[in-house]
């Protein structure tokens, strides 16, 4: 199974300020997609942000983008203009655009944003 | 709205006494995820139906069973279950078409269950 890290298991940022989560993966496959997802606390995770590996530009969505460094093997968040809403867990996941179906998750960021 | 639907949210059961967990959706996914959550950790893959191809991961305990008896639902049956099985449990659906692509999971509000 590919594996995925989240080496910050704590963030905060100040509300308007920038952050940014790291995420890193190990897989030996070519083409792939790997996805953002936000879980606040007590409510469902939900997509924020993906990309496919053959892309070389970055996604973005609104105040979300990615750093996606393919050979580096590393998909970073960054979230602009931070708001009280962002606080959650931040999940990485990754999955093969050639088995499927199954998503490996790293064990995610919980980010603080502090007025 | 077409959504991921758990119930109950909070679930509580006895220690070896069987306990179900249900998921529906009405998104007409053909993908159904059953995700163990502990606290602080990853969501772990229990299996999944690929319409109705089950799927089960290899460290995915025997105590552990679902059934979709149709596409909107999907249910989490454990047998017998122990301390160490009281988790969130997230369902999440996905719709893969003509081939594999970037689709995402919809994921449920998921369900807390506890063992006494």
């Known amino acids: 199974a590919q594996t995925v890290t989240q080496s910050q298991p704590e963030m905060s940022v100040q509300e308007a300020e920038t952050v940014t989560l790291s995420c890193t993966y190990d897989t030996s496959e070519s083409d792939y997609y790997l996805f953002w997802y936000k879980q606040p606390p007590s409510r469902q995770m939900i997509l924020v942000i993906r990309q496919e590996a053959y892309k070389q530009q970055n996604a973005t969505e609104n105040r979300f983008s990615v750093n996606f460094q393919k050979a580096a093997k590393s998909f970073s968040l960054k979230i602009s203009d931070s708001q009280l809403g962002d606080a959650a867990m931040y999940f990485c996941?990754?999955?093969?655009?050639?088995?499927?179906?199954?998503?490996?998750f790293g064990t995610g960021t919980s980010l603080t944003v502090i007025p | 709205d077409a959504m991921v639907i758990q119930n109950p949210r909070y679930q509580v059961t006895q220690f070896g006494k069987p306990v179900t967990l249900s998921c529906s959706q009405t998104l007409n996914h053909n993908v159904m995820y059953w995700y163990q959550q502990k606290s602080s950790q990853a969501p772990k893959l229990l299996f999944h139906?690929?319409?109705?191809?089950?799927?089960n991961e290899a460290d995915t305990p025997d105590n552990f069973q679902s059934r979709r008896p149709n596409t909107s639902f999907c249910f989490l049956d454990i047998r017998s279950p122990g301390l160490g099985d009281a988790a969130m449990y997230l369902c999440?659906?996905?719709?893969?078409?003509?081939?594999?692509?970037?689709?995402?999971?919809?994921f449920g509000d998921g369900t807390r269950l506890s063992i006494l």
């Open positions: 999440a659906t996905r719709r893969i078409g003509t081939s594999y692509s970037n689709q995402p999971q919809h």
């Open positions: 996941a990754y999955r093969s655009a050639r088995t499927g179906n199954q998503f490996y």
């Open positions: 139906y690929y319409d109705k191809d089950f799927n």
